[in-house]
């Protein structure tokens, strides 16, 4: 039996973050965006667009697919590397909630081939993708409480305001 990774929430800016990853909410181009994406892009500097770009230039021509994750240099960064991950849009007709879990469990996947121990996540499309908090919150929680694996031993919601606290805060205690 594998002992399961500590949840920590944070209320903050992922940017300010010391850890192993850092989970980017990437959109598909990998090449910068509003919200995270663009704060993980300027405090990081140009080696993560570098990176991004030549991840456009090999395996990810067409950009990077909704529920894969992919990871780059964590430039200047408090962290060894990006995990960037494209988060699905929400919409009130089709339940796309597989593919949001499989953003974290994409994630964890690849910072467990990197070594990590430490995690920190957004709130994976919850922003401008319009996803609701409490369900986005839900996904998120039971995703990272089945897929994590060692060598992952802190997984860390970095959560930007009072409401999206609140409602990981209830996640983690259902």
């Not at 973050?17 to 990437?26: P, R, S």
């Not at 995270?36 to 030549?54: N, Q, T, Y």
């Not at 499989?102 to 995690?119: F, I, K």
Request: proline share 5%; with cysteine; charged share 20%.
């Amino acid at each position: 039996m594998t002992t399961r990774p500590t949840i920590v929430l944070v209320r903050g800016d992922i940017t300010e973050q010391h850890a192993d990853v850092l989970v980017n909410a990437a959109n598909s181009s990998l090449l910068g965006g509003g919200g995270v994406d663009g704060a993980i892009h300027r405090r990081g500097g140009p080696e993560i667009l570098s990176a991004c770009r030549d991840l456009r230039a090999s395996h990810y021509g067409k950009g990077l697919p909704t529920g894969q994750a992919v990871a780059t240099t964590a430039g200047r960064l408090h962290a060894r590397h990006v995990v960037h991950t494209v988060g699905p849009v929400w919409s009130p007709t089709q339940d796309r909630s597989a593919l949001l879990a499989s953003c974290y469990e994409e994630s964890l996947r690849v910072a467990a081939e990197l070594g990590a121990r430490t995690v920190a996540f957004p709130a994976l499309s919850t922003g401008v993708y319009g996803w609701p908090l409490d369900d986005g919150a839900r996904i998120a929680v039971r995703s990272v409480r089945a897929a994590a694996r060692p060598p992952v031993t802190e997984v860390r919601f970095v959560l930007f305001d009072e409401e999206a606290y609140a409602r990981f805060d209830e996640a983690l205690a259902a």
